[in-house]
């Protein structure tokens, strides 16, 4: 069993960065893989980036070139650097983590055991 917690959003004008961190508990971090995904209002949970156990990274095309996932192990923790942020960008940020191997780049849902509470990033024009 794994507990995340993420932090680092909040408000940014378009342009601008923020990094996002997710602590997760317990002592088996290294024995999962981790994703970020982000829910707009009205829309479905989507996914914006995975990281494998071994450090493989994967994107949606729409963040590609502009944010960026790594991993701490001695920290317990993931983060998603986001650079030249969008109006669009604006959602809730939630942190993920699945105790295998990632499935067709980490980009569903489905194959996460374990989620976060989220974190507001709100991008203004």
């Known amino acids: 069993q794994v507990q995340l917690v993420e932090s680092g959003g909040g408000l940014v004008q378009a342009g601008g960065s923020l990094r996002l961190s997710c602590a997760a508990s317990?002592?088996?971090?290294?024995?999962?893989?981790m994703g970020w995904f982000r829910q707009a209002p009205g829309k479905e949970r989507a996914f914006v980036a995975a990281i494998s156990r071994g450090g493989s990274t994967y994107y949606a095309d729409s963040v590609k070139g502009r944010f960026a996932i790594s991993r701490d192990g001695a920290k317990n923790a993931v983060y998603l650097q986001m650079n030249s942020l969008k109006p669009e960008d604006t959602a809730v940020y939630y942190c993920?983590?699945?105790?295998?191997?990632?499935?067709?780049?980490?980009?569903?849902?489905?194959?996460?055991?374990?989620w976060g509470q989220g974190t507001q990033v709100t991008v203004s024009s």
């Open positions: 317990g002592r088996t971090f290294s024995s999962y893989a």
């Open positions: 993920a983590a699945r105790p295998d191997v990632l499935l067709g780049g980490g980009r569903s849902t489905s194959q996460y055991d374990y």
